[in-house]
């Protein structure tokens, strides 16, 4: 998708421009700094989907099509006060959804690399089980670590 079909769908949420009323130059401007300025604060977030500063309304967006609707809804959102404009229910509610399927679609991808001595959780047990520990792990390791025997280790740091 093209910054320019993005910026379009989100006036077009606020009903400020339709496909007969052109963006102005200056709209067009202050919308992509304001897209920018959002993208660096989802990144700021935590939420990185491989945004790319943009600078003209002919570039391609460079995020997954999955997050397209919540770039642009959430566009909506943030520009509408400068447009006397509030966003609608329906528009917060879809942008509600949209976030929902970014952040789903992002944990799907996400890989841990857990310490092998990592407890599962509740029971310490994997689903499907018996093994309490992620890893091979025994109680000589829990009890005398990498430096010595714990007991000893507690007592130095004592004295």
Excluded: C
């Amino acid at each position: 998708m093209l910054v320019g079909k993005l910026l379009e769908r989100a006036f077009a949420k606020l009903t400020i421009r339709t496909s007969e009323s052109a963006l102005t130059d200056s709209e067009k401007s202050d919308a992509i700094d304001e897209l920018n300025n959002m993208m660096r604060e989802l990144e700021a977030d935590g939420i990185n989907i491989g945004w790319t500063p943009v600078s003209a309304t002919t570039d391609s967006i460079t995020t997954p099509d999955w997050s397209w609707r919540m770039i642009y809804l959430r566009l909506a959102i943030l520009i509408a006060p400068e447009y006397g404009k509030e966003a609608s229910a329906t528009v917060r509610e879809d942008h509600k959804s949209a976030y929902e399927t970014v952040l789903s679609q992002i944990l799907d991808h996400i890989t841990t690399n857990a310490p092998p001595d990592l407890p599962t959780g509740a029971g310490n047990r994997e689903w499907g089980s018996q093994r309490n520990f992620v890893g091979n792990s025994s109680d000589e390791d829990i009890l005398t670590g990498n430096g010595g025997s714990l007991l000893d280790q507690t007592s130095q740091n004592l004295t």
